[in-house]
């Protein structure tokens, strides 16, 4: 029996094939805002409180209301399509947290480099880091209030992005921008993947 999408009974559809997404960027860029404005599931986060420790270290320029920072994580999840469901990884965004970058790299289909152009340089380690490993991603310029605007080109220029990386704004708050920067992702991710098949002959 042929059922239309609306008429399947739940449960009874294809298995949805789940892909694994990162959202990286430096310190304070609005990944956990990020994940936990997409996902539809309560977001899983592993934060602590800023402490005096930090001081001299955490650079709060720009995001001086900011009590807490990701250590481990953070994990969401949001439905694409009935056959498509992606699980987002949001990584730690200092530098003491590197080494658990590995292993939440593992697997992930590509990533949203998240950028503050008052800061713009802090996310040149995500974007070393998923050149070097071949990840596709895209930048996703967060716009803060107050934050100088800069056009794309400008952006891309300033990071000195190959011509193919889409760079696009969003509002890291907003589920549905959030949700196009990921639409965009899968997409680019997809064309690459498409073109590496073909020039390796497939
Ligand atoms: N105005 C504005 N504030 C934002 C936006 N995105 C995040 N914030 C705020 O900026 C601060 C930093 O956000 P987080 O989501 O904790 O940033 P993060 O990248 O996860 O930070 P780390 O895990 O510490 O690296 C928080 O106080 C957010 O409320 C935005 O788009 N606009
Ligand atoms: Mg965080």
């Given at each position: 029996m042929d059922?239309?999408?609306s008429e399947r009974p739940a449960g009874a559809g294809p298995l949805p094939?789940?892909?694994k997404i990162l959202i990286a960027g430096g310190f304070g860029v609005g990944k956990t805002t990020m994940v936990g404005a997409v996902?539809?599931?309560?977001?899983?986060?592993t934060?602590?409180?800023?402490?005096?420790?930090?001081?001299?270290?955490?650079?709060l320029s720009g995001?001086?209301?900011?009590?807490?920072t990701t250590v481990a994580m953070d994990f969401g999840r949001i439905t694409i399509s009935d056959d498509l469901v992606l699980y987002l990884f949001g990584t730690p965004g200092q530098d003491r947290f590197w080494f658990v970058w590995d292993e939440l790299a593992l697997g992930a289909l590509g990533a949203v480099v998240l950028a503050?152009?008052?800061?713009?340089?802090?996310?040149?380690?995500?974007?070393?880091?998923f050149e070097g490993r071949g990840t596709?991603?895209?930048?996703?310029v967060n716009?803060?209030?107050?934050?100088?605007?800069?056009?794309?080109?400008?952006?891309q220029a300033a990071l000195d992005l190959d011509p193919g990386v889409p760079v696009v704004l969003c509002d890291a708050r907003k589920r549905e921008s959030a949700k196009e920067v990921l639409i965009t992702l899968l997409e680019h991710a997809m064309k690459l993947r498409e073109a590496r098949r073909r020039a390796a002959g497939d």
């Open positions: 059922y239309g999408r094939t789940a892909i996902s539809e599931t309560k977001p899983l986060r934060e602590e409180v800023l402490t005096e420790t930090g001081i001299g270290i955490d650079d995001v001086e209301e900011k009590s807490t503050d152009t008052r800061r713009l340089a802090d996310c040149f380690p995500s974007i070393d880091y596709p991603f895209v930048v996703a716009c803060f209030e107050g934050a100088k605007k800069f056009r794309l080109d400008e952006v």
